[in-house]
């Protein structure tokens, strides 16, 4: 099955994941102008009104960019939404999606048929964060149009399953839209995704080390400095279990190979089981790929670097 007609603008088959508190317009719009997806949580945008502000400067940049380069226009952009009975906003935010004509929604953390209808109203096309089968079929089930497989080694809340197995057993079954989450920070990854078959890889930690992110330096160094082995599993910090840097973990005054489990059922996207600390503020999240960072750069700069780095890839492997 080929991609919607929405990702025929893309210059390279990524989608840049939501980074929550990180992921912002300055983000969002580089990641658009470097060609691939830029996706922010519409939960970044506080208080509520500030989404709309989002969503105008965003549309109006693209626009303006667009006009002045129509042989190489802009990446669509995507909102996620958390479809968690937590979120009190998901109504109004969804409704701000559908005003703007929001390309692509990604939905996390539940599945919503009235969520994707309401994308759907205006052409928009929903993927859906999933770590297993249960949850990609459920997704699909109430309308979803693809899936993002968040395997083994993603950053924030990771699956446990490798990416071998996910996409697999997912290609069994579904023929739509699939982009893979899971230690992708490298152009030659981005092409094993797709050689998986996936469609599109789905990168995160990477952009946290770049200028545009909203990130403080300590965090961009960190990701840097850091590599696989530096990255701990953990559900103490909002009741879900995710992958996040050890450093920081270590710099909050606590042991990260002595962890306690929390109670699942206290989920909280700000602070978690009985710290104090705040996840994503405090404790900074990181997939394993990270060991391909070697420097802070600029969001065009690191995609042109995974550009470069496919096509090498491509044609080492793949005779061009």
Same mark, same amino acid.
């Given at each position: 099955?080929?991609?919607?007609?929405?990702?025929?603008?893309?210059?390279?088959?990524?989608?840049?994941?939501?980074?929550?508190?990180?992921? *912002?317009?300055?983000?969002?719009?580089?990641?658009?102008?470097?060609?691939?997806? =830029?996706?922010?949580?519409?939960? *970044?945008?506080?208080?509520?009104?500030?989404?709309?502000?989002?969503?105008?400067?965003?549309?109006?940049?693209?626009?303006?960019?667009?006009? %002045?380069?129509?042989?190489?226009?802009?990446?669509?952009?995507?909102?996620?939404?958390?479809?968690?009975?937590? *979120?009190?906003?998901?109504?109004?935010?969804?409704?701000?999606?559908?005003?703007? #004509?929001?390309?692509?929604?990604?939905?996390?953390?539940?599945?919503?048929?009235?969520?994707?209808?309401?994308?759907?109203?205006?052409?928009?096309?929903?993927?859906?964060?999933?770590?297993?089968?249960?949850?990609?079929?459920?997704?699909?089930?109430?309308?979803?149009? /693809?899936?993002?497989?968040?395997?083994?080694?993603?950053? =924030?809340?990771?699956?446990?399953?490798?990416?071998?197995?996910?996409?697999?057993?997912?290609?069994?079954?579904?023929?739509?839209?699939?982009?893979?989450?899971?230690?992708?920070?490298? =152009?030659?990854?981005?092409?094993?995704?797709? %050689?998986?078959?996936?469609?599109?890889?789905?990168? /995160?930690?990477?952009?946290?080390?770049?200028?545009?992110?909203?990130?403080?330096?300590? &965090? #961009?160094?960190?990701?840097?400095?850091?590599? %696989?082995?530096?990255?701990?599993? +953990?559900?103490?910090?909002?009741?879900?279990?995710?992958?996040?840097?050890?450093?920081?973990?270590?710099?909050?005054?606590?042991?990260?190979?002595?962890?306690?489990?929390?109670?699942?059922?206290?989920?909280?996207?700000?602070?978690?089981?009985?710290? #104090?600390?705040?996840?994503?503020?405090?404790?900074?999240?990181?997939?394993?790929?990270?060991?391909?960072? #070697?420097?802070?750069? +600029?969001?065009?700069?690191?995609?042109?670097?995974?550009?470069?780095? &496919?096509?090498?890839?491509?044609?080492?492997?793949?005779?061009?």
């Amino acid at each position: 099955m080929s991609l919607p007609a929405v990702f025929d603008r893309l210059r390279l088959p990524v989608i840049a994941s939501p980074l929550f508190i990180i992921s *912002n317009p300055d983000l969002v719009i580089a990641q658009c102008k470097a060609g691939v997806v =830029g996706s922010f949580p519409a939960l *970044n945008a506080r208080p509520g009104p500030v989404l709309e502000e989002w969503l105008q400067r965003i549309t109006r940049e693209l626009a303006e960019y667009d006009a %002045a380069h129509p042989d190489a226009p802009s990446a669509p952009f995507a909102v996620n939404q958390i479809v968690h009975k937590s *979120n009190d906003r998901l109504q109004h935010d969804v409704e701000l999606c559908v005003q703007y #004509k929001v390309p692509i929604v990604i939905t996390s953390l539940g599945a919503r048929q009235d969520v994707n209808e309401a994308i759907h109203s205006y052409g928009g096309i929903v993927l859906h964060d999933v770590i297993d089968q249960k949850f990609a079929r459920k997704a699909i089930e109430k309308g979803a149009d /693809g899936l993002i497989l968040v395997s083994a080694g993603a950053g =924030g809340h990771a699956g446990t399953q490798s990416p071998f197995a996910l996409v697999q057993e997912t290609r069994e079954w579904f023929d739509g839209p699939i982009a893979l989450s899971g230690s992708i920070a490298s =152009g030659s990854a981005v092409l094993a995704a797709q %050689a998986l078959g996936a469609d599109l890889a789905y990168i /995160g930690s990477a952009f946290i080390a770049t200028h545009e992110a909203n990130a403080v330096e300590g &965090y #961009k160094q960190a990701i840097v400095n850091s590599s %696989a082995g530096d990255i701990v599993y +953990s559900n103490l910090f909002t009741g879900i279990h995710g992958n996040y840097l050890r450093s920081s973990i270590a710099a909050a005054g606590m042991d990260p190979d002595n962890l306690p489990e929390s109670d699942p059922s206290a989920m909280n996207f700000g602070s978690g089981g009985n710290t #104090k600390v705040k996840a994503w503020k405090d404790i900074w999240g990181s997939g394993q790929g990270i060991g391909a960072i #070697k420097q802070i750069s +600029s969001t065009a700069d690191f995609v042109a670097r995974l550009g470069a780095e &496919y096509r090498a890839a491509k044609a080492r492997i793949c005779g061009g």
